[in-house]
């Protein structure tokens, strides 16, 4: 599966921005999808996941409350909504996907900028 991410941008803080995750080759179904972010100087840092079916999401401490991840299995498309962001969330958004069951990331998309100025 080939992931292209998109949604990136500028943004004020407290705003919001929302980052899409598209398949442009295959599908989502049996993956399980995950947002990760890198900021500059720092290693990628798991951000969200969401399994297979939708149904079960996950979420590091430091976005719970003010991220939300979604799938739309028809359209093959996974979202994370940003709402209330903060400087501190200025990173390079990476999607990812992985075998459900299987402990590595396997697929990577390209990675979207998202600069939250104070």
């Known amino acids: 599966v080939q992931l292209q991410a998109s949604g990136g941008g500028l943004v004020q803080a407290g705003g919001s921005l929302r980052l899409s995750c598209a398949a442009s080759?295959?599908?989502?179904?049996?993956?399980?999808m995950g947002w990760f972010r890198q900021a500059p100087g720092k290693e990628r840092d798991h951000v969200a996941a969401?399994?297979?079916?939708?149904?079960?999401?996950s979420y590091v401490d430091s976005v719970k409350g003010r991220f939300t991840i979604s799938r739309d299995s028809a359209k093959n498309t996974v979202y994370l909504q940003m709402n209330r962001l903060k400087p501190e969330d200025t990173a390079v958004y990476y999607c990812?996907?992985?075998?459900?069951?299987?402990?590595?990331?396997?697929?990577w998309g390209q990675g979207t900028q998202v600069t939250v100025s104070s």
């Open positions: 080759e295959g599908t989502f179904s049996g993956y399980e």
């Open positions: 969401i399994n297979w079916s939708g149904g079960g999401t």
């Open positions: 990812a996907a992985r075998t459900v069951g299987m402990a590595s990331w396997d697929y």
